[in-house]
């Protein structure tokens, strides 16, 4: 069996700018709601059998304490926002499995699930449905890969090492030198992406990077100024890193069974009429038949 973990939050704010509003009759907005069930729905219709999705329930995170420029919710859409527990009450009505995350984010749940599900011997591939680069560090060989949904571009071992340069275990590493604005943390002054990953083939992590100047390579200006940089800012890179390293402790579940798609539940005809979209009811009902659910 294949294993689908989908980014929920990605998924939300993705459909939230690609499709038009839609304003219920009560005053609720649930266009991204009704977009992200449709495409969840439709992996389903495509064969996929196992899935499950993580929300940031609560966009703050224990990472807010460590950097306090990390993401927040701060400048999002409250339309957007508000659509977050309305999301993950139609997806369980629909009967997919939803892990909302409230003290840690939903790309460490992910991270969680990749791991356990890896391990799970009758697991053939586990994709990990987004384009987050954080989530490239999770990567193993064929067997977990990364998927974006949009571009339907996977990313295997080989894959994330031809994007960025370094294998996926040096992903932490890499953003921890050049940053990543998604999140809220800038890397460091003067490591840019080529030059970083050039670094980390050669040293991999931190903790390999010597001690002395003389052993970078002085004769080399740029890397000279990289080696200054990182030793007056070492303490900072290392913060960077332990905020770009996912957890993944999180017994998120027992079997890999536990994600199966039993079909939608009862209630989930009404949680679509609410939605404006009786149809995607429809939809979950007429697949339930055909799997004989």
């Known amino acids: 069996m294949d294993v689908y973990l989908v980014d929920g939050t990605y998924e939300l704010f993705r459909h939230h700018f690609a499709v038009p509003s839609h304003v219920t009759v009560g005053g609720r907005e649930v266009a991204a709601t009704r977009g992200v069930l449709g495409s969840v729905l439709g992996m389903l219709e495509g064969g996929a059998t196992h899935i499950g999705v993580a929300t940031d329930h609560v966009i703050e995170s224990f990472r807010n304490e460590m950097w306090p420029a990390y993401k927040t919710s701060a400048g999002v859409d409250p339309r957007l926002l508000g659509q977050f527990p309305l999301l993950e009450e139609a997806l369980e009505a629909m009967g997919v499995v939803v892990w909302p995350m409230v003290e840690l984010e939903a790309d460490d749940a992910l991270a969680s699930a990749a791991a356990l599900a890896g391990e799970a011997l009758e697991v053939e591939r586990v994709y990990i449905c987004t384009p987050d680069k954080d989530l490239s560090q999770c990567v193993q060989g064929e ?17 994330v090492i031809a994007k960025f340069g370094v294998p996926p275990a040096s992903i932490p590493d890499y953003l921890a030198l050049v940053g990543d604005s998604a999140d809220g943390y800038p890397g460091l002054p003067g490591w840019g992406a080529r030059s970083t990953a050039a670094v980390l083939m050669r040293w991999v992590c931190l903790e390999e990077f010597p001690a002395e100047c003389a052993a970078w390579n002085v004769d080399v200006r740029w890397v000279a100024q990289l080696c200054r940089t990182f030793h007056l800012e070492r303490e900072r890179a290392y913060l960077f890193r332990d905020l770009a390293t996912l957890r993944r402790g999180e017994r998120l579940f027992d079997s890999v069974e536990a994600l199966r798609w039993r079909g939608p539940r009862p209630t989930f005809e009404e949680v679509a009429r609410g939605l404006e979209a009786p149809a995607l009811a429809e939809r979950a009902q007429r697949l339930a038949a055909r799997r004989s659910i």
């Open 143 to 159: 067997r977990v890969v990364q998927l974006n949904r949009r571009t339907r571009v996977v990313l295997d071992e080989a894959g």
